[in-house]
């Protein structure tokens, strides 16, 4: 099992910047989908990226779509997700998951049951 560790959440104001990264302690290639979450103070758990494995499929919901960027580096077994264009509405605690029951897609953000293993989590929050 790879355990997962999640870095650079923290304070934004809105229109601001934060990169998050997602640490694995061991090779990251062995899953074929890693995704980003997060969850607020009394409401679900939303799926808001995730990649595939060679990095060339990505997903995002609507409501972080333009603004959000995921990417990973293989060779550094760590994955990113860039946040631009904040809102107070972005925050939450944000965690990384990985897993190899389904393929990076738009079902697998809503399905958080496709990811097998997740980080600790990071506090992002967005001040207007």
């Known amino acids: 099992q790879v355990q997962l560790v999640e870095s650079g959440g923290g304070s934004a104001q809105t229109g601001g910047s934060l990169r998050l990264s997602c640490a694995a302690s061991g090779q990251i290639l062995d899953y074929d989908n890693i995704g980003w979450f997060r969850q607020a103070p009394g409401k679900e758990r939303e799926g808001v990226s995730c990649?595939?494995?060679?990095?060339?499929?990505?997903a995002y919901p609507d409501s972080v779509k333009g603004r959000f960027t995921i990417s990973r580096d293989n060779a550094k077994n760590t994955v990113f997700l860039q946040m631009d264009s904040l809102k107070p509405e972005d925050t939450a605690v944000y965690y990384c998951?990985?897993?190899?029951?389904?393929?990076?897609?738009?079902?697998?953000?809503?399905?958080?049951?496709?990811?097998?293993?997740w980080g600790q989590g990071t506090q992002v929050t967005v001040s207007s």
């Open positions: 998951a990985a897993g190899n029951r389904y393929y990076c897609s738009t079902f697998s953000l809503v399905n958080a049951d496709t990811y097998d293993d």
């Open positions: 990649i595939s494995r060679s990095g060339r499929r990505t």
